[in-house]
C-alpha cells in the first residue's frame, strides 16, 4: 500500500491537552505520535468518547513523547478499540507510564461510580472512559527504545528520540521518512534549561540539513519565565509559614513536579535556609514516581544531571510518604509547622483538596501554588486572589496565604525560539499545544523574529500537512 506523506494534528489544538499527531510515509506506514488524553473543561473532556479519527486497527505503532496523561491516557482505549502495535518509549517513560495509566483507568472508573451514586449521568449504568484492568492490559505493548537510538516502527518510518528535558524520560522524537528523505520533528513537552534534576533539552536533532516540518509546543508560547529565584520565593513561604506554627500545602502533580519541590526543599534544608520541619508527600503515585527519580539518579541514568548521579535524591529532608486513605486522613490532625505535598497540580481533585479544605481557612497557613494553572481550575481561582472558594461541596473562605512560585516544567518563550532555531531551519512550523492565544502570539513572535509568515502554521484539529 502507498500513501502520500503527511502528518495529520488529531488534538492539542488551541489547547494544552489532547496531545496526538498521524504521520504517514509513501509506503503506507501509519503512526500515532502521543494519543493524549483531553483535560479541564467540559467540552474538551467530551472529545475523550469520541470515535478516533482513524481506525486504530489500521495504526502500525504509538510513539510517546512523554507519560503525562494529556500525552498518552488514551492509549488504553486505543487499544481496547483494536490497536495491537507496538508502543515506542523511552525507559523513563515507559517506567512512568506503568504508574500514570493504571492510575487514569482508577480515576475513570472512580468518575464513573460517582456519577452513578449521584444519578447524574445519562447513561445508565455510567461507564468509565476504561478501567484500571485494562489500563494495565495495554503496557504489555510498551517497547523501550534508548535516547538517540534510530529504530523503525511503521515501514518507511524511523523515530529518534532526543532529550526534551521536561520530565523523565521526556523526549522530542525526530522522524525520518526513510523512503522518501522526509524530517519531521516534533517538540514534545519541552522543559527549561534550568531543570533541578534533568539534563537540559537537546537542539533539535542535526542528523542530516533537511527539516520538512517542527511541530512545536507553545504552552507559554506568549511569555517569558520570570526571572524570580524559586529557592527565594519558597525560602520565604517555609520560614515565614513555618514561625507562625502553619502548615504549607503545595498542591503539584505528581509526576515531575512533586521531585522538583523536593529538591529544591532538599536543597535550602542542607543549606540552613530553612528549617527541617516534617514534609508529607501524600500522593501514592508521586510516590511511585518518586522511586523512579531516586532509581534514575542512584544508577546514574543519562537523563539525571551529573553532579546527581549515585546520591540519593531529598535525603536531608524529614520525609514521610503516606500511603493509605487513613495515614492521610490522619495528617489533618497535625499540627504545624509542617509541609504536605499532595496532587492534583492544580487543585482539580485528588487528595490534595481535603488539605485544602482543612488548612485554607487559617491565616498562619500558606498554599503555594507551582506551575502552570489551567484558566478555570480552583489552582487559577486561588492564584488570582478569589477568597472564596468551592470545595468538597461547600463554599469555603481562604484567610491562608497564597503564594504562586513560578516552578515550570515548560519552556517559555525565549526557549522555545531557541528550540526552533538550534537545527536545521524548518521548513514548517506547526504550532500546537498552547491556549489559542499562546499559539498565536507565538506565531507573530516567530514572524517578528525574521521566520516567514507563510511557513508558520498554527492548526485546527484534522489539519493534514501534506509533506512534498
Ligand atoms: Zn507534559
Redesign the pocket.
Known amino acids: 500500500m502507498t500513501s502520500t506523506p503527511a502528518i495529520t494534528v488529531l488534538g492539542a489544538a488551541g489547547t494544552v491537552t489532547g496531545s496526538s499527531y498521524l504521520v504517514e510515509s509513501a509506503e503506507g506506514g501509519r503512526v500515532l505520535v502521543d494519543v493524549g488524553l483531553y483535560q479541564g473543561r467540559k467540552e474538551l473532556r467530551l472529545r475523550n468518547w469520541a470515535p478516533f479519527a482513524i481506525d486504530p486497527s489500521h495504526i502500525d505503532a504509538v510513539v510517546l513523547t512523554?507519560a503525562?496523561v494529556?500525552?498518552s491516557g488514551l492509549l488504553p482505549k486505543l487499544v481496547v478499540e483494536g490497536f495491537t502495535g507496538a508502543v515506542y518509549a523511552t525507559p523513563g517513560t515507559a517506567a512512568l507510564t506503568r504508574i500514570v495509566l493504571p492510575d487514569s483507568g482508577y480515576l475513570h472508573e472512580e468518575e464513573a461510580a460517582f456519577a452513578n451514586r449521584k444519578g447524574y449521568s445519562k447513561h445508565s449504568p455510567a461507564l468509565p472512559l476504561y478501567t484500571r484492568a485494562q489500563a494495565e492490559a495495554c503496557l504489555d505493548q510498551l517497547r523501550e527504545v534508548s535516547f538517540a537510538h534510530p529504530s523503525t516502527v511503521a515501514p518507511g518510518i524511523e523515530v529518534t528520540f532526543g532529550h526534551a528535558g521536561?520530565?523523565l524520560g521526556a523526549s522530542s522524537p525526530s522522524i525520518r521518512l526513510t523512503g522518501t528523505g522526509h524530517r519531521v520533528v516534533f517538540s514534545g513537552?519541552l522543559g527549561r534549561s534550568d531543570h533541578p534534576l534533568l539534563v537540559t533539552p537537546d537542539p533539535v536533532a542535526a542528523n542530516g540539513s533537511r527539516l520538512d516540518v517542527a511541530v512545536c509546543e507553545t504552552t507559554y508560547g506568549d511569555r517569558e519565565a520570570p526571572e524570580a529565584e524559586v529557592a527565594d520565593v519558597l525560602e520565604a513561604v517555609v520560614s515565614d509559614t513555618a514561625r507562625r506554627g502553619g502548615v504549607v500545602v503545595i498542591p503539584a502533580f505528581a509526576v515531575d513536579r512533586t521531585e522538583m519541590v523536593l529538591h529544591h526543599l532538599d536543597v535550602l534544608v542542607r543549606a540552613g535556609r530553612i528549617p527541617a520541619i516534617p514534609v508529607f508527600v501524600d500522593s501514592p503515585m508521586a510516590s511511585a514516581a518518586l522511586q523512579v527519580y531516586r532509581r534514575a539518579a542512584r544508577s546514574g541514568d543519562p537523563e539525571i544531571r551529573p553532579e546527581l548521579h549515585g546520591t540519593d535524591l531529598f535525603s536531608s529532608l524529614d520525609l514521610t510518604e503516606t500511603r493509605s486513605v487513613e495515614e492521610s486522613k490522619e495528617l489533618n490532625t497535625r499540627r504545624g509547622p509542617l509541609i504536605v505535598i499532595s496532587a492534583s497540580g492544580m487543585a482539580t481533585g485528588g487528595r490534595v483538596l481535603h488539605h485544602l479544605a482543612n488548612r485554607m481557612g487559617d491565616s498562619r497557613n500558606t498554599i503555594v501554588l507551582v506551575g502552570f494553572q489551567a484558566p478555570g481550575t480552583r489552582g487559577d481561582r486561588l492564584a488570582s486572589g478569589e477568597r472564596s472558594i468551592k470545595l468538597l461541596g461547600a463554599e469555603r473562605d481562604v484567610a491562608a496565604k497564597v503564594v504562586t512560585v513560578p516552578l515550570s516544567?515548560h519552556a517559555d518563550r525565549s526557549d522555545l525560539l531557541a528550540w526552533l532555531r538550534s537545527g536545521p531551519e524548518p521548513q514548517r512550523i506547526v504550532l500546537t499545544h498552547g491556549e489559542a492565544e499562546a499559539s498565536a502570539s507565538f506565531a507573530e513572535h516567530l514572524v517578528d523574529e525574521g521566520f516567514d509568515a507563510e511557513r508558520v502554521i498554527v492548526p485546527e484539529v484534522g489539519r493534514r500537512i501534506g509533506l512534498v
Open positions: 512523554h503525562h494529556d500525552h521536561h520530565i513537552d516544567a
